[in-house]
């Protein structure tokens, strides 16, 4: 649907003021914080349990991190840059799903058994961590391509914590890495849907208008 030079004009405003925010930008630091935190607990989880899906975990982690960060660069710019930041992030995201993809196959490879009580545990404080994130950004999810980025990250990872967690309880009932590696590829899909996602709303948003024909 298309929309005339006023709704274009107030919908980039509305964009403008959402993004400036002083809520927003108390979250984004609150996040940003956090998940720094996240990285370094699951990326040591991680190697000591043997978990692809906790590694992956902890590398979203810090690619989230680095979002926030670039987010609050972009604060208070031009629409063009935080769509443009916007397509970074959905490019890293679809990045991140394709290294699950191959980290998941060597693991398979090199055939690892993860330790599911480790899995377990870290899991469960994951989940609290982006849980607590995803309802803070809650409220600022329908703005720009930038700001729903940052929803969908924030989202995604609740999931994908929960799949950690239902992980470990399947490598502790089998006694195999079947289950670390299927959530690990539930992890790379979710990632690359939200990347696609967000690459799509960035490039739509970076678009020319078209000129109007009277």
Same mark, same amino acid.
Request: some cysteine.
């Given at each position: 649907?298309?929309c005339?030079c006023?709704?274009h004009?107030?919908?980039?405003?509305? %964009?403008?003021?959402?993004?400036?925010?002083?809520?927003w930008?108390?979250?984004?630091?609150i996040a940003?914080?956090l998940?720094?935190?996240?990285?370094?607990?699951?990326?040591?989880?991680g190697?000591?349990?043997?978990?692809?899906?906790?590694l992956?975990?902890?590398v979203?982690?810090?690619?989230?991190?680095?979002?926030?960060g670039?987010s609050?660069?972009?604060?208070?710019?031009a629409?063009?840059?935080?769509?443009?930041?916007a397509?970074?992030?959905?490019?890293?995201?679809?990045?991140?799903?394709?290294?699950?993809v191959?980290?998941?196959?060597?693991?398979?490879h090199?055939?690892?058994?993860?330790e599911?009580?480790t899995m377990?545990?870290?899991?469960?404080?994951?989940l609290?961590?982006?849980?607590?994130?995803?309802?803070?950004?809650?409220?600022?999810?329908? %703005?720009?391509?930038?700001?729903?980025?940052?929803?969908?990250?924030?989202?995604n990872?609740?999931?994908?914590?929960?799949a950690?967690?239902l992980?470990?309880?399947?490598?502790?009932?089998t006694?195999?890495?079947?289950p670390?590696?299927?959530?690990? %590829?539930?992890?790379?899909?979710?990632a690359?849907?939200? %990347?696609v996602?967000?690459?799509?709303h960035?490039?739509?948003?970076?678009?020319?208008p078209?000129?109007?024909h009277?």
């Open positions: 649907m298309s005339d006023h709704d004009c107030t919908i980039e405003s509305n %964009g403008r003021e959402s993004a400036s925010h002083p809520g930008r108390r979250a984004l630091w940003l914080a998940n720094a935190l996240m990285f370094v607990v699951e990326l040591s989880a190697l000591h349990a043997g978990s692809v899906s906790l992956a975990d902890a979203d982690f810090a690619g989230d991190a680095a979002n926030y670039l609050l660069a972009v604060l208070g710019m629409s063009v840059w935080r769509s443009r930041a397509l970074v992030k959905g490019l890293s995201m679809t990045a991140y799903g394709l290294f699950v191959a980290k998941a196959g060597w693991v398979l090199l055939g690892i058994v993860p599911p009580l377990g545990v870290v899991g469960a404080l994951a609290a961590v982006n849980a607590g994130v995803a309802v803070l950004l809650y409220a600022y999810r329908s %703005g720009d391509a930038n700001m729903r980025s940052v929803w969908l990250c924030s989202r990872d609740a999931l994908s914590n929960i950690v967690m992980a470990a309880l399947g490598v502790f009932g006694g195999s890495a079947w670390d590696l299927v959530v690990a %590829g539930v992890m790379a899909a979710l690359l849907s939200a %990347g996602t967000v690459v799509r960035a490039l739509s948003e970076l678009r020319p078209l000129p109007l009277h």
